[in-house]
């Protein structure tokens, strides 16, 4: 399976990007889609998740009510809208995915088999 991404860039901050992630195919009914990012010497954290049903949204505390997680089936595609973005949101995103996962390993990076690329955002003051 072979995840691509775009959408990054670089805004100021107050600011929003949408970032974009396409899956050759998916799995199974079972498949999961989440976003993590990396900060620089920091390590990769969750940010967004969510049940290709639609089931089990879930977000970081960091990013609650600022970020949305959606996807389009018919294009096998899963979206991240960041709004409100903060210098803080400053960071490498990969989006991930895996049909396997339980609910208890959605938010965990190492769970999964598959990721993007990465896509580099940027927010400055």
């Known amino acids: 399976v072979r995840l691509v991404e775009s959408g990054g860039g670089s805004v100021q901050a107050g600011g929003s990007l949408r970032l974009s992630c396409t899956a050759s195919?998916?799995?199974?009914?079972?498949?999961?889609m989440g976003w993590f990012r990396q900060a620089p010497g920091k390590e990769r954290e969750f940010v967004a998740v969510m049940r290709w049903n639609g089931g089990h949204t879930r977000y970081a505390d960091s990013v609650k009510g600022r970020f949305t997680i959606s996807n389009d089936k018919a294009k096998n595609t899963v979206y991240l809208q960041m709004d409100s973005l903060k210098p803080e949101d400053t960071a490498v995103y990969y989006c991930a995915a895996d049909s396997t996962l339980i609910t208890s390993q959605l938010q965990v990076s190492s769970a999964y088999d598959y990721w993007g690329q990465g896509s580099q955002v940027t927010v400055s003051s």
């Open positions: 195919e998916r799995t199974s009914t079972n498949w999961a």
